[in-house]
């Protein structure tokens, strides 16, 4: 068993809305069929018991080890505690060849899944050995260092609720809510909106404290130290017992509490020196450890936090608790989980010390034994949610606190006694203002219940109602694609919105390319959005993007389907047929949001049939309104858009809007029967976004099929009093609609100037020649700069080819170079004559017609 192309789907796909890697697995005879290689079943199911709940037996038919490959990349990853769901393993037309599919929840940990389901299935066949724990370990331990921790997983999981899109933009935990204008973004606990100074301050905590003094808030009074010796009279200045610990410092580390004699305070200034050289002491405050979460403007979140402590049993050393305790399928190392590791290190020892203990004694029955002076969670201490107990004092002061400090979301330790009253009754205070806050204790305390803290956080960035989301149209199809992204953009850039868009020419943002080349796929899509000067965002889908990767987003406003017809790359990635294609097309249909449109071309049997696949609305669009399905949408009150002769109309009820194709220049007043279908296929997108018709009607009049709105798209030309066409057509649909427009203007003479994709079908390429030959009286053939897998003259071949028995064309001619073809055209034309030129090299064919038409 081999396996080949293996992709990462991270977006919707072709096969589900799920992320998932796909790979293509080549089965010989035997591997085509397990029952034929005997005892293997028995064998894959003895190193890997999680396949017995699969039920291979019961699968109809031969059991491939494809399927094998499949199932096991999706168990491991289960078991792994991944939540995967979706597989599948789907033949190809190639014998023995399959795809295979399977979600991931983590893209790294599904590619190590599929690695180690291969490498299960090799020991199986050879009856060698397969490491079943280590598979797992690897698994989870790559798991847990590459998902987000509970902190920011809480905060995204909360913004999925709301349908508020998210993107990781590192492997740590930043991340951008929301599209375009509309993004937001945290970094863990921490958002956009906070300043740099407010976290230098937070970090200073001198500067903290003389600031919460000035707001009136109560705190531990306190002074910088220069040394051991400067310590200790701090410490006798402020009053025995007191708190050492670091000026810059987190999580605390460096903190010792509860000093009264100098030598453990000359200890304790040693440690917090280790890890910041501005040290601090302050009185200690008595009392029990409080964790206030603010978010804006409100307490959201409240929780005791209690110092890491083992409970004697009378029979097992401290050493012995502690580990009894860490096994706590809860704890784990760093944040990745609801609680954290006790450390049995030095400050531990030295804490048993205190308390007159070893790491190997035994502490009698019901005794507690406390392994660190701080309750930080991080340390190993455990949290208690007291929200509700919360006054509405202390509340106010740890609110105060946050915005004295500029705090979004703030982190505000408190010790004292209780916080069912307010701080100054009992002599509390705080004592420190953290940014980033850790949110686990909230999100999973120890005891009592958890808070939504994810959703203040999201509800702080996103008022209700608003989900971060911009319009964002989907444009795919065989041809008309480019055209009809350029004129919905245009259309909605004239009415005010700044406007992304993607196509096979760049990357454009209000008008300014910003990215060259073809830009049709996800990638560029994903740039579109991750700008924070796009209103809305218009991208043509192309097949290859979708095959690669999936769709950039996880649906959009509107999805449009211009046509389904042959030659778009047919035969490439396993789309064989026409309806293989329509399937794949048809994904951003699956795609568009509930309350979304879909706008298909109800002409096209294949392409109206998606609307059933539509979660939202339907419009359909038509010349002729009296087709069975569009007399049918109509009738029920639906939106159309279709030709009343040479008036386009917008029909909703007995709503009617009406535009004169006179009135809109690239149709040339209707005459030109593909640009008409990419107008209202325009039209109706741009309605279903919400555009107001005087925006439309605008739009529609200033767009030009130009070199710069749309370059390669019946861009035309005068020379010497010929007319010149300029297209990126590419395969026989194109053709036909280029005929057909060619034929509704008038000419003496046609002579066509054509290549062919070499990535095409040979029927393909020979049927685009077929078709230009009964229309056009010289052809002129011109190989493609890139042959895209062909050999020298391969291509020209099969378009001479097409022309045997060509009705029209009396004079065929090779030409060695796209530039010398096109001059050649252009020397032989007359007043009178049309010339068309199917562009490889679009910028560069473009750039050179315009300068020798110039000169003409």
Known sequence: MELSRIRALRGPNLWSRHTSIEVVVHCDENESAISRIRGLEA????????????????EIGPVPLARVLEIATLGLQSQAGCPVTFSRTQPTVETGVYQVVVEYSEEEVGRLALELAHQLIVAAVDDAPFDLTGALTRLRELDEDVRLGPS?????????????????????????????SKQRRIQAAEMDSTSAIAEAIAQDKELTKRLLEAAGVPVPTGRPVRDAADAWAAALEIGLPVVVKPQDGNQGKGVTVNIDTREPLEAAYEVASEF??????EKYLPGQDFRLLVVGDRLVAAARRDPPLVIGDGQRT?????????????????????????RFDDIALARLELQGLTADAVPPKGARVVLRNNANLSTGGAATDVTDDVHPEVAARAVAAAKMIGLDICGVDVVCDSVLRPLE????????????????MHLSPSFGKGRAVGEAIVGAMFPEGSNGRIPVVAVTGTNGKTTTVRLIAHILAASGLRVGMTNTDGVYVQGRQIDSGDCSGPKSARNVLLHPDVDAAVFETARGGMLREGLAFDECQVAVVTNIGDGDHLGLNYITTVEDLAVLKRVIVQNVAKTGT??????????????????????????DRYLPVMAAHRAQ?????????????????????????????????????????????????????????????SGLASFRTDLDNAPGRFNLFNHHGATVIADYGHNPDAMRALVQAVEAMPSRRRTVVISGAGDRRDDDIREQTRILGAAFDDVLLYEDACQRGRQTGEV???????????????????????????????????PGDLCLILVDQVEEALAHLAQVTRQA
């Open 318 to 342: 401290v050493r012995e608790l502690v580990d009894q305790v860490n096994a706590d399928p809860r704890r784990g190392e760093g944040h990745a989980t609801s609680l954290t590791k006790i």
């Open 796 to 830: 020209v071949a099969l378009l001479r080819e097409g022309l045997s028995g060509a009705e029209r064309a009396h004079h065929i001619e090779e030409i060695q170079g796209e530039f010398v073809a096109i001059d050649r055209a252009l020397a032989r034309l007359e």
């Open 276 to 281: 910041r050289d501005d040290v601090m002491v």
């Open 598 to 623: 879909a706008v298909l071309n109800a002409a096209d049997p294949m392409v109206s049939r998606m609307a059933d696949e539509c979660r939202g609305k339907v419009t359909f669009f038509a010349k």
């Open 425 to 440: 009754e009992q002599n509390g205070g705080i004592v420190e203002v953290n940014a980033a806050p850790g949110l686990r």
């Open 152 to 180: 920011t997983g809480a905060i995204v999981q909360a913004a999925a609720v709301r349908g508020i899109p998210f993107r990781r933009l590192t492997r740590g935990s930043m991340v951008q809510f929301g599209w375009g």
């Open 637 to 697: 009150g639906n939106r159309v858009v279709y030709v009343d002769g040479t008036v386009l109309v917008a029909a909703e009820g007995l709503m009617r809007h009406r535009i004169p194709l006179d009135e809109v220049p690239i149709t040339r007043g209707g005459t030109i029967a593909f640009q008409v279908e990419n107008v209202m296929a325009a039209v109706a997108a741009a309605w279903a976004t919400g555009t107001d018709w005087d925006a439309i009607h």
């Open 43 to 58: 064998r894959l199911r003895s190193r890997f018991p999680g396949l017995g709940h699969l039920q291979l037996r019961r």
